[in-house]
């Protein structure tokens, strides 16, 4: 298995530090507002990852922060006249309905920063004495210089990075600042109505950055397996956080780094955020999607490639849903019938090759697209055995249960597409389809055929057999 590693900027043979058992620390969201598609798409990408390699039979320790507290959560309270605590509240569990709603497996642990304060308090003492952190009147920066490589994951230069960080940095906080490219570990209360803590260095709440590196050492070990979030976390936010982790541990921090694309919408390809005004929320997407197809559209790119979100695309992900829906009735309906099995070694083959086929392209850096295009393509020959009238009904199981795991990777429930799928349109098929067999038994053929196109156009292929009519959907 090789994976993209944003540190190298190459693949690499993955290798576990323990064999069969992976350490995972994803980014989490800041829970001040619902999450929008952007977000989604990196808590989809890496649950579809850590699903992959589940089956492929690992253990894996997940761990995914939820960050409860910052600017952006203490300016949305006062604005609604409530506490912090309470803003996180209710957006925590907003995150989590709709993240089940999604299909998204549970983390192994969900740390939250202000469950953290005195291992956050620590690791900032740490800093301190090692001489990579200073004080000055109740903030704690990070030297980002002392640190040697530092800029190496997102391949920024240090001396740009003083210049940018120079034009942005206020005076007052330049003032306090040894260098305009050091980075807050602890952050001095401003107003006596801010949230804060109380710490060596006076009452104040932890910096953004510090409360990844303490939540993922604390909870998956000094050096991590790997660990995954949104491009745009490259820098600082991932930067930062190998900083301050190697340099309290003396240790590598991660093995491998993984950052998924960005979700753009219109035809410029923007980036969907919150700043732009441009995003579209899970929680409202949710009530006019099937949650189904939003988790398989957003599955269904390769993780570092860029999504663009639309309706048409949407509409596209749903017509290849829809597909897989169809093969699964198609199989479920075949197979308990009480026809005769008859044995076909070309679709065994098949069924071996395309099996070969999806592990090679998920082995290849998750390429999704490759692994769904192998299953795509075994459908014709699956559902040209189910209207055989002697199916191999020992491999058409096979392929049913193998479904289930593969569309399981990409988090798709096949028990409900079946259920779903066995009860649209029910009714109308079985009525037309008595009618037809009346029109049959009284030599009707004109109007036999005609209902049998109506049949059609409704995706319907029925077939006349000594057993009696038959039916599976196109």
Not at 235 to 261: C, L, R
Request: proline fraction near 3%.
């Amino acid at each position: 298995m090789k994976i993209y590693n944003t540190l190298t900027k190459t693949k690499e043979e993955f290798r576990p530090i323990t064999p069969g058992q992976i350490t995972m620390y994803v980014c989490g969201p800041t829970v001040y507002n619902y999450i929008h598609i952007g977000n989604g798409r990196s808590v989809i990408a890496f649950d579809t990852i850590r699903r992959y390699l589940e089956f492929r039979g690992y253990q894996v320790k997940f761990v995914s922060n939820f960050t409860d507290v910052d600017d952006k959560m203490i300016n949305e309270a006062r604005a609604e006249k409530i506490t912090v605590p309470e803003l996180a509240e209710r957006y925590i569990k907003a995150y989590q309905e709709d993240t089940a709603a999604l299909n998204v497996e549970p983390a192994s642990l969900n740390p939250r920063a202000t469950h953290e304060i005195t291992a956050i308090i620590r690791f900032i003492e740490q800093l301190l004495a090692q001489g990579y952190a200073y004080e000055v009147d109740g903030d704690v920066y990070y030297r980002a210089k002392k640190f040697a490589h530092y800029g190496e994951l997102s391949s920024q230069n240090i001396a740009e990075l003083e210049e940018g960080a120079s034009q942005h940095v206020n005076d007052e906080e330049q003032k306090r600042k040894e260098d305009p490219i050091d980075f807050a570990l602890w952050k001095k209360q401003k107003q006596p109505d801010e949230i804060a803590w109380n710490s060596p260095w006076g009452k104040g709440r932890p910096g953004w950055h510090i409360e990844c590196s303490v939540m993922a050492t604390k909870y998956l070990g000094e050096t991590i397996d790997i660990h995954g979030g949104g491009q745009d976390l490259e820098f600082p936010h991932h930067e930062n956080e190998i900083a301050q982790s190697e340099a309290a541990t003396g240790k590598k921090f991660v093995h491998y780094w993984m950052h998924n694309g960005f979700v753009t919408v219109g035809a410029d390809a923007e980036k969907m955020s919150k700043s732009l005004h441009n995003f579209v929320t899970v929680h409202d997407l949710l009530k006019q999607v099937e949650p189904q197809v939003l988790r398989f559209f957003m599955a269904s790119v390769q993780y570092r490639r860029q999504i663009n979100y639309s309706k048409e695309n949407l509409r596209q992900a749903e017509i290849i849903l829809q597909r897989f829906k169809n093969t699964l009735h198609n199989l479920e309906y075949r197979l308990n019938d009480q026809t005769a099995s008859s044995k076909s070694t070309q679709l065994e083959d098949l069924i071996k090759q395309t099996s070969e086929k999806f592990v090679a392209a998920m082995d290849d850096d998750f390429n999704v697209q490759n692994a769904l295009a192998a299953i795509y393509d075994l459908l014709p020959a699956v559902n040209a055995n189910i209207a055989a009238p002697n199916a191999d009904k020992a491999a058409l199981k096979e392929v049913k249960k193998l479904l289930h795991d593969w569309l399981a990777v990409f988090g798709i429930k096949t028990e409900q597409l079946t259920a779903a799928n066995q009860n649209q349109g029910k009714e109308e098929i079985l009525a037309l389809i008595k009618e037809r067999e009346k029109a049959r038994e009284q030599k009707d053929w004109a109007q036999s055929d005609q209902l049998r196109d109506q049949l059609k156009q409704m995706g319907i292929i029925v077939e006349d057999t000594p057993q009696g009519t038959r039916w599976i959907r196109e």
